[in-house]
């Protein structure tokens, strides 16, 4: 090349690169960068690279799309700045210093996340894998912008089309409303519910064919059993763990050194029958059958969305009480709990309360003196259900005897409410209720111990300040929750800081990822803390202080091997 044309396309090279920076939104580059920045902090619980990357790219795309808004609204009500050129370098000056501060907070992120990790009992990241963050978070960032961008030029298509019969700001709204319209309906109607009914299916598939050549119990006192009112093959895998794993008398007194009986357990598969008021009646037939109503201690039980019914609660009541209980559950869902949370959180509780008016019914009409303790649980959106099944008024001449609800979801509206009457100075991860003889919170199940005496109705809410289940609330996404305000669980990074969108982000990530921390923080709740809470609600008749403490002992190695076997904490 002549060297006249290379100083020519060296002088058109700045400005050639300069018109390429102002065809990018230097606003969405922005907020992008920053958001991206922002994700890296830390949250409630720790994340791996690949989930970090995706985040980041998420967060990304959320800032571009805000940027390229403002920019866009600023230009719309014409505001001009004084100096154009200064207004372009100091934006790009601003991008520049956003892109260092990503670099810098790669760079810190292993040490943040190590900081929840050692908390959490885990091993420490590797310093090479922020590099690794960066490359992965570039095809989620990638692919939401690009639906943006169509979205964005829907808009402009449809302003055109307006714009030929009205004027064109008006056009311009009216085409955004059109398009957003359009957009929710399709993102809602079609590609939404396409995904939950694709996952219904995977999981009802799997739930009817996973252990489908098992044969059916030996035992008649079993559900699925050749004596049962409940065919084998309509209940799932799920199920068939919680029928068929409990421990019998014989485990019982092995680890207990007391003499026990076989604890008795009741479930209806969502195919046991069509509606949730013939499960209700199958469930309470079968209660019949196997003699439900002559144990002490009688438990309904809401599982998890799946079907699950935590082996960690159940098991540790029947050490307890020795196997003198009977428990009964009813599923409800195919989905998993936090899919189930998010796109339908009541679709338990009609089963809940078709359950607990038809045993109540039962209950109520038995000697007082004769009949056994009545108590509630679930776990999750177990929580959830369980929680709404019976109303105040319909119970007060004569309630159930307590409830232990643990990892109670956010959208719980018995958990809020409770929640919002706590004592003013009680904070809202551990709140105080009252004089703490009808309900109580608990962060660990040692914590039910510090109050007083009881009344007669108790009722226990589990809950870890590290299980976004628990503290996700959709207003994250523009105000600072309550539990980042003032006195912070211990529990909780000092790190961790709300920023506008991205909090939101990250702990709804962290919501789908709860169930992959260790034992005793996030959404896995410690057998020992099921142990306690279970001792808080019903009592320990029969144990003294160092009985009990030998028995949390075994059953939290116990839970640590059933764990392992892939046996608990299976949502």
């Known amino acids: 090349m002549p060297k006249t044309e290379m100083r020519a396309l060296g002088r058109r090279l700045p400005r050639i690169a300069g018109q390429r ?10 907020f992008g960068l920053l958001f991206a920045a922002l994700s890296l902090t830390p949250s409630l619980i720790p994340r791996a690279y690949m989930v970090q990357g995706v985040l980041c790219g998420c967060a990304f795309a959320a800032g571009y799309g805000i940027g390229v808004f403002v920019e866009w609204l600023w230009k719309f009500l014409e505001i001009e700045w004084p100096n154009r050129r200064i207004a372009r370098w100091t934006g790009r000056l601003c991008v520049l210093l956003c892109l260092g501060l990503v670099v810098s907070f790669l760079w810190f992120w292993t040490g943040w996340q190590n900081s929840i990790r050692a908390g959490m009992g885990e091993a420490p990241l590797e310093a090479t894998q922020p590099l690794l963050v960066a490359l992965i978070a570039v095809p989620p960032a990638a692919l939401l912008i690009g639906i943006g961008t169509l979205i964005v030029h829907g808009v402009r298509v449809v302003a055109g089309w307006l714009g030929r019969a009205i004027p064109p700001r008006v056009a311009l709204v009216g085409a955004m409303i059109l398009v957003g319209l359009a957009t929710t309906a399709v993102g809602d109607g079609v590609v939404a519910r396409g995904l939950l009914y694709a996952a219904d ?13 098992a044969p059916a119990p030996a035992d008649p006192h079993q559900s699925g059993s050749a004596a049962s009112a409940i065919a084998w093959d309509t209940i799932g ?35 046991s029958a069509e509606t ?8 309470l037939e079968e209660m019949e059958r196997v003699g439900a109503f002559e144990r002490s201690v009688l438990v309904l039980i809401m599982p998890v969305g799946t079907g699950w019914v935590e082996p960690a609660a159940i098991d540790t009541l029947e050490f307890l009480h020795g196997g003198d209980v009977a428990s009964v559950a009813v599923q409800y869902s195919y989905l998993t709990s936090w899919l189930s949370l998010v796109s339908e959180p009541d ?14 019914a039962r209950w109520t009409a038995m000697d007082e003196a004769s009949r056994p303790k009545l108590y509630l649980h679930g776990l999750s959106l177990g929580a959830y259900s369980s929680a709404a099944s019976s109303g105040l008024y319909d119970i007060l001449g004569d309630p159930f005897d307590g409830a232990l609800w643990v990892g109670p979801p956010f959208a719980s509206a018995a958990w809020r409410s409770t929640t919002a009457n706590r004592l003013p100075d009680s904070p809202i991860w551990r709140p105080e209720i009252g004089d703490s003889t009808a309900v109580r919170f608990a962060n660990r199940g040692t914590d039910l111990f510090e109050a007083g005496e009881w009344g007669p109705l108790r009722i226990v809410y589990l809950q870890y300040p590290t299980d976004p289940i628990v503290f996700f609330e959709p207003s994250l996404v523009y105000r600072e929750p309550v539990w980042l305000t003032g006195e912070r669980a211990p529990s909780v990074s000092p790190r961790l800081n709300w920023y506008p969108v991205v909090t939101f982000l990250q ?3 962290d919501m789908a990822l709860a169930q992959t921390t260790p034992i005793g923080f996030g959404h896995v709740y410690a057998p020992q803390d099921y142990l306690d809470g279970w001792i808080a609600v019903t009592g320990a008749p029969g144990w003294t202080e160092a009985e009990l403490a030998g028995l949390r002992a075994k059953l939290t190695r116990h839970g640590d091997r059933r764990r392992l076997e892939g046996g608990w904490f299976r949502q």
Not at 21 to 30: H, Y
Not at 201 to 213: K, Q, S
Not at 256 to 267: D, E, H, I
């Open 237 to 271: 895998m799920d199920a068939r763990v919680y029928v068929e794993s409990g421990p019998d008398a014989a485990d019982i007194e092995a680890v207990t050194g007391k003499r026990a009986l076989t604890p008795l357990r009741v479930y209806v598969g969502l195919r």
């Open 507 to 509: 702990l709804a990530l």
């Open 21 to 30: 920076l102002d065809a990018l939104s230097t606003g969405g580059w922005l």
């Open 347 to 360: 679709v338990g509780v009609e089963t809940a309360r078709a359950l607990f008016n038809t045993v109540y």
């Open 276 to 283: 949730a008021q013939e499960r209700a009646a199958l469930a």
């Open 201 to 213: 299916r995977f999981y009802g598939d799997f739930d009817r064919l996973a252990g489908i050549t």
